[in-house]
């Protein structure tokens, strides 16, 4: 971990009719293995492919069909686990979570209730307000996605796509150990974060390929720490899952929307029930969708037609070894090695493609400097653009030789402006252009003096002005500076129009 300090973070209050109220909130997230295949067949996993094109036999549930488990998928939720500190079980074991749904053809779904793939884990979490928490993971399981029902193509029935079926997702259960709306979402982005650097999951919510479940309870203020201390869940309010979620806005909407519901129903007298419901962004409201089923619901027992999964430890060291740096630990190395801000290293970081075109721009050069012209002028443009990093036309290489040609003093600041979007929109060598188009700097301080003098003849009111308030002497430099096209070294201007008007 980070060998930081945090503060703890302080939970988020509501204010009920009668009581104040505090959240408990644990998430369930459905990461989609980022896989060619399937997590027991070889049929493609491949997004936006016509209807029920990437179905295997297995997948449809044809009589006869065996289950064969795909190892990349294995090793990528181990890598998931080793990225948020978790244990890796050595010897794991599958089971059926037994339930009818149009779009789930064998029945069942195969998952591990009993013994997971991963362990308790643990990820920091960092919030706005500077603060952070660390979030306990109680285990990451592999499970098969189900299919996916469509009732909009006709008004009379349903159509079923199987794409889907079979995709290998990874649950990540947190504890109930997330307090507020606002630290749900930072969870999510974190547990994202992570696993896009580690290649895992694309974390590409639109598609569905991240989505969460989310379990809301209420309870008064220290019944949370009691909770803490004997780990005694009857501390906490009855929780009900919120399904589905795919969000970061409508996650931390829905969170308040059922905290205040069932604040009402407890201030009422009424009981909340443990349930399973919909959160409806165009109502601002939850719904109930079902009763929230436990473990012997749904019948589950090991699956007959699955071994056992066991691997070695030498396995797991390779894949400890060969994993990337992680955002906190890279985060971190750029506050310490490079001297970057917390906020201009978290910037830096959020995305590993982000990074890695920092860290190749700034190779031999001012890190704060090349992070300034990354952060602000780049991705500037790019937002602009609505494009990212990975569609940059500005290489990491011609960054670095703007900011080399700044650090040189062949250029000024404001020149480097003009020349970054010369590069942006026409590409080229950026110390040929400047030669090219005759953008150096003026450094002869004879001509900068002339220019000086030329000014300060012209304008013998304003000179007297500047006498008497120096500040004014600013209007001086922007003067030179426009005679000049821009192209004067303000720092020798400053010093020669204070040298001329004797401030």
Known sequence: MLDLTYDTPKPKVIAGAKHDWEL??????????????????????????EPNSNVAFVDSAMPGMLPVINEFCVEQAVRTGLGLKAEINLKSAFDRKNYFYPDLPQGYQISQLYHPIVGEGEVLVELGDGTARQVRIERIHMEQDAGKSIHDMDPAMSFVDLNRTGVCLMEIVSRPDIRGPEEAAAYIAKIRQIMRYL??????????????????????????????????????????????????????????????????????????????????????????????????DYRYFPDPDLLPLEIEQAWVDDIAANLPELPDEKKSRLINDMGLSDYDASVLTAE????????????????????NWVINELFGRLNKDDADISTSPVSP????????????DAISGKIAKDLFEIVYSEGGDPAQIVEERGMKQVTDTGAIETAVEQIIADNPAQVEKAKVNPKLAGWFVGQVMKATGGKANPKAVNEIVAQKLGL
């Open 199 to 296: 290649g895992t999951c694309d974390g590409n919510m639109q598609n569905g390929n991240l989505r969460a479940d989310v379990n809301v309870s209420i309870c008064q203020p220290g019944a949370y720490e009691k909770y803490q201390e004997t780990q005694d869940f009857s501390h906490l309010g009855t929780r009900c899952e919120i399904k589905n979620m795919n969000s970061m806005r409508f996650i931390q909407q829905a969170i308040m929307v059922e905290a205040n519901r069932q604040i009402k129903i407890v201030e009422g007298g009424g009981t909340v029930d443990q349930e399973t419901r919909l959160y409806d962004p165009d109502k601002n409201e939850t719904r109930s969708m079902r009763s929230k089923e436990e473990a012997h």
């Open 352 to 371: 590993a493609e982000n990074a890695s075109y920092f860290e190749a721009a700034a190779l031999g050069r001012d890190g704060k400097v090349v992070a």
């Open 24 to 49: 408990v909130i644990g998430m369930e997230v459905h990461a989609q293995v980022s896989s060619k295949a399937k997590l027991f067949s070889g049929a493609s996993t491949k997004f936006g492919a």
């Open 397 to 408: 290489a011609q960054l670095g030789g703007i900011v080399d040609l700044i650090a040189s």
